[in-house]
């Protein structure tokens, strides 16, 4: 099931029942929910009490469930061509998600756009801009690839518990690592699917 921005519209005065009532009545049987708007999140704070048995979720990288929700076993994340460009760290994020999400085996980057400005970044190492990408992939690499039990110190000095997980882009392919040294001369180079979305 799918939420997004016209599926919860009323005016501000109203209270709001549609997603609250559809989790009482549905949650139960719910293996895969997607949540596109942002404003729904007040109502996902018990998941973990609505839909035992979610599998599948799908939601901004900013608007993670307040509960922990450990029956699901993948999360897509939206919005992370955003990320890399201020203080945000790649370990934060991925602390973020395991929070909500402990037993999570599999992570998407579900954002065609991210695969493009993380591909320019990886190769185009003149951009100050790049050098900042390059680091918080870096980071989340790292972090998801790090595959033990042991708890990971962040830089805040809060620890969390991190397992191997796969870490997928928006077309289900993994992840590589972003490069140690320059290209050389190759320049840029985009598969034909980011190519042909970047000239949309």
């Known amino acids: ?30 293996e895969e929910m997607t949540v596109l708007e942002r404003s729904h999140l007040r109502h996902l704070q018990r998941l973990d009490r609505f ?17 922990s929700v450990p029956s699901v076993r993948t999360v897509g994340l939206y919005g992370l061509e955003h990320v890399g460009r201020d203080s945000e760290s790649g ?11 402990p037993e999570v085996t599999t992570i998407q980057d579900l954002s065609w756009r991210s695969s493009v400005t993380r591909r320019r970044a990886y190769t185009n190492w003149t951009d100050p801009e790049g050098a900042k990408h390059r680091e918080f992939w870096a980071q989340v690499l790292r972090t998801v690839q790090r595959g033990h ?3 990971i110190q962040m830089e805040s000095g809060e620890q969390f ?33 980011d190519r042909l979305l970047d000239a949309l």
């Open 1 to 30: 099931v799918t939420f997004g921005v016209n599926d919860i519209v009323l005016p501000i005065h109203r209270r709001d029942p549609r997603l609250p009532d559809f989790l009482e009545k549905y949650g139960l049987g719910l």
């Open 51 to 67: 839909c035992p048995i979610l599998q599948t979720f799908r939601t901004h990288y900013q608007s993670l469930p307040g509960s």
């Open 91 to 101: 370990e934060s994020v991925i602390s973020d998600v395991f929070k909500a999400f």
């Open 149 to 151: 039990e042991s708890p």
């Open 161 to 193: 518990f991190v397992r191997e997980v796969a870490f997928l882009d928006w077309r289900g392919k993994p992840v590589e690592p972003p490069p140690t040294k320059p290209p050389g001369s190759q320049g840029v180079r985009l598969g034909p699917d």
